[in-house]
């Protein structure tokens, strides 16, 4: 029996996604689990792997074409066998990442009549809209049939028609999607902030002890942001509501604790996803999250690796920022933004010393934590920093 290759949904959020190459050529057999095709979605490029087994067969999408989500572009099918004639535009509905079921519009569904009063407009680009007072009326829409898409109303809330811009450098998906996420997050979710300073001295030395046997063990360097991961996620399993996600109408618990760790790609910002991280061990963090950084600056992620975050920590002290306040990355609760460790300045028993410190900025939806339990949560988070040994007793 054929089976279809179709644009996937890997967020609640994506519309569309761009065919950026097919790994396998029409005609070729495909195994399971092999990569058969790379796109680049709303939050990065990631491989494609084939649904099943069999040859690959009618494909009909380009190489650089912006296909719906839930859109067949191609079939496996047993040797001999043709595809199926009927072309399959779009699922009547597609499953995004946590399960939420969105709208998919098939492509045979949009009215070719031109607009009159009303523009064509998708829900999502609707909502965005009304968040940002855009009058959709004075859009000009680049979609299929002059259809209004995110992009063209984000592209007007900053004082840029997507259509009818010449100049500048025009932005990539990637970038295009920040600028949509950040604002919407900024603009819909009530954000409440917390910082705290950490003595990091510990948490120096825990890691130059463990580093070494690490490195041996996985082939990974050991790095601060994966002692971080495997103890923010420890935390979080005592603090379960930091986990937790808005869905619109109330809170959902997450069953797992999935860390997102910002990584800056070209263009921008991705989150990957260490899954299961309050049960994975210290060293499988480090070579996870290894492999995730190469893969994601040679534009080579799964969705997998994207999908399912619920909870972020961002570490910008690499890049000697002391201190910073990250936005919400919804509809997650919450994200931990953690500074450069450096020698300071501190009073240590009514003495003047000087010690390594850094600091800690929380943000969280004020929807889903009030500020006493989220402050709870980052007060143990400081404890372990300050006496890592504890992640082990």
């Known amino acids: 029996m054929a089976i279809s290759v179709v644009m996937p949904a890997l967020e609640m959020a994506q519309e569309t996604g761009k065919l950026l190459a097919w790994r396998k050529k029409e005609g070729e057999r495909v195994a399971k689990g092999e990569p058969l095709l790379e796109i680049e979605t709303d939050k990065a ?129 990637i970038a295009r999607l920040m600028a949509e996420r950040t604002t919407q997050s900024w603009t819909s979710v009530p954000h409440f902030f917390l910082v705290r300073d950490v003595d990091a001295g510990g948490l120096v030395d825990l890691s130059k002890k463990l580093s070494p046997e690490i490195e041996k063990t996985y082939g990974a360097r050991m790095t601060i942001t994966d002692l971080l991961i495997a103890l923010v996620a420890k935390v979080l399993a005592k603090h379960p509501r930091m986990n937790s996600s808005w869905t619109g109408e109330g809170i959902r618990s997450n069953p797992e604790i999935n860390i997102s760790v910002a990584m800056a790609v070209k263009d921008g910002v991705v989150g990957t996803v260490i899954h299961k991280a309050n049960t994975t061990q210290l060293g499988e963090i480090s070579a996870q999250r290894r492999d995730l950084t190469e893969r994601a600056r040679a534009g080579r992620l799964r969705p997998a690796d994207i999908t399912g975050g619920t909870f972020t920590i961002s570490n910008m002290g690499m890049f000697g920022v002391e201190a910073f306040t990250p936005i919400v990355n919804w509809p997650e609760c919450a994200i931990l933004g953690v500074g450069q460790i450096a020698d300071r300045a501190v009073v240590r028993d009514g003495q003047i010393v000087a010690r390594p410190t850094m600091w800690l900025s929380l943000t969280f939806d004020h929807r889903i934590v009030d500020g006493a339990p989220a402050a709870r949560f980052l007060a143990r988070v400081r404890q372990l920093l300050e006496s890592p040994y504890l992640l082990f007793v």
């Open 45 to 173: 490029v990631v491989e494609v792997e084939a649904p099943g087994d069999g040859v690959l067969a009618g494909v009909t999408a380009d190489v650089g074409a912006v296909i719906p989500v839930g859109q067949t572009i191609a079939w496996l099918v047993a040797p001999g066998e043709k595809p199926p004639t009927k072309v399959v535009t779009a699922a009547p509905a597609a499953r995004a990442s946590g399960g939420v079921e969105r709208s998919v519009v098939a492509a045979t569904q949009v009215s070719a009549q031109p607009r009159v009063s009303a523009p064509q407009i998708s829900p999502k680009a609707r909502r965005i809209a009304k968040e940002l007072g855009v009058d959709i009326m004075r859009l000009r829409g680049t979609g299929p049939d002059g259809t209004i898409t995110t992009e063209d109303v984000q592209a007007f809330a900053v004082g840029k028609s997507a259509a009818a811009s010449s100049g500048g450098e025009p932005l990539s998906q």
